[in-house]
């Protein structure tokens, strides 16, 4: 069975799943399942969120894509149906400023851009174009970056010159606002940001830190952060992911070679990184006798080597691109995918953060990624980011 093929049928697997799954979580902002396997809801009232836990979560436009996703594969109109009433679960956090962070990229392209693009709805539209406002008023001129969150209530942390890696996804939010806009700046912005990336995250040897700190009034850089990987200094295997998919879409979004360039010299770290097994740690640089693992990571990870084996010319380099993406998610698919009416998450054995006290639970992002990296691998995605 060739891999398009292999993809096809898994993704029917994934529909007949996720049906179920729908129908019983129509009025939830999913993040996690619980014990018995049932999805958490970052909607309901009755538990107490912080302001940017809550229906600010940034995570909470990845059902919503999931839905989307499901929507362009069937036509079944349930799914735009189910869709829209996440968009209506998310929209009062417009109204909840302090809580909001530079992930308004991973809440909204999913979601509102998703619908528009797939519907030309003309709300969608408008909530994107907020969303990605937001996102351009985080710039900070001085050091050229995006700031990452801001100071929460209580907080003695100072985070006003806080970047991260993950922010290369959020600022295809901003390619998409230019091109729908025609107007140049929200392009620049992301561009902006992605240059300082490419000089004060990547290493020498191609991995590349998570967060960065600037000096919030000269722009200096003053540091990196360990962040949500092993240690300082070390390759949180997520963040490696962000990486390669954020720059190979970056170049997609710009057709500025330096940024294929980035997305390759951290994908040919990774491969240096990457066994047989295609299991995907929390940290290429986690002891060796640790058996963490990151599913989601992967996923990611596979998004971002079989997109950038789509961009990439040298066919030697191409073929082994598309080769690991296919190898990442066939082992997801074979060894952590769950199928069963068990669980409402199909991957299994996600970790958000190296040093969280749980390890091995599950992500709605990474069934989100599942997905696209399904669809990528299937001929069938539809160019989000
Ligand atoms: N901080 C985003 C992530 O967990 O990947």
Redesign the pocket.
């Known amino acids: 069975m060739d891999q398009t093929t292999w993809a096809i049928a898994e993704l029917e697997k994934t529909t007949i799943k996720l049906r179920r799954v729908a129908v019983k979580n129509e009025w939830k902002l999913p993040y996690t399942t619980d014990a018995q396997g049932n999805y958490d809801n970052r909607a309901d009232q009755t538990v107490h969120y912080e302001i940017d836990n809550g229906i600010n979560w940034?995570t909470n436009g990845f059902w919503a894509g999931i839905l989307w996703r499901l929507y362009a594969r069937t036509k079944d109109p349930q799914y735009l149906d189910y869709a829209r009433k996440q968009e209506q679960m998310l929209a009062p956090c417009f109204t909840q400023y302090e809580g909001l962070h530079h992930?308004v990229g991973f809440m909204f392209l999913p979601s509102a851009v998703a619908d528009y693009l797939l519907t030309g709805d003309h709300h969608a539209k408008v909530t994107g174009l907020h969303a990605a406002s937001l996102l351009a008023g985080r710039f900070n001129p001085a050091g050229s970056f995006i700031r990452a969150w801001n100071d929460l209530p209580g907080s003695t942390q100072d985070t006003r010159g806080w970047a991260?890696i993950?922010c290369m996804l959020n600022i295809s939010l901003l390619f998409w606002a230019s091109r729908e806009t025609k107007d140049p700046r929200f392009a620049q912005i992301a561009m902006a940001h992605a240059d300082t990336v490419m000089q004060a995250f990547v290493r020498a040897d191609g991995s590349c830190c998570h967060i960065v700190e600037f000096d919030p009034e000269s722009g200096k850089r003053l540091k990196s952060h360990g962040?949500?990987g092993f240690a300082h200094g070390s390759a949180w295997t997520?963040?490696q992911g962000?990486g390669v998919y954020g720059f190979a879409n970056a170049y997609r979004n710009s057709g500025k070679k330096s940024y294929l360039e980035t997305a390759q010299k951290i994908a040919e770290y990774c491969l240096t990184k990457i066994d047989a097994s295609y299991v995907i740690p929390i940290d290429f640089d986690q002891p060796s006798d640790c058996t963490f693992e990151d599913s989601?990571?992967a996923c990611?990870l596979a998004c971002g080597f079989l997109t950038l084996a789509k961009l990439t010319k040298d066919q030697h380099k191409a073929t082994c691109y598309a080769e690991t993406g296919y190898r990442i998610i066939r082992q997801i698919a074979e060894h952590r995918a769950d199928y069963s009416d068990h669980c409402d998450a199909i991957v299994q054995n996600c970790s958000?953060?190296f040093h969280n006290k749980e390890h091995h639970v599950t992500m709605v992002?990474a069934d989100y990624y599942y997905l696209e990296a399904l669809d990528l691998l299937s001929g069938s995605d539809f160019g989000i980011w």
């Open positions: 940034w992930d991260i993950d962040g949500q997520r963040g962000w989601c990571g990611v958000a953060s992002y």
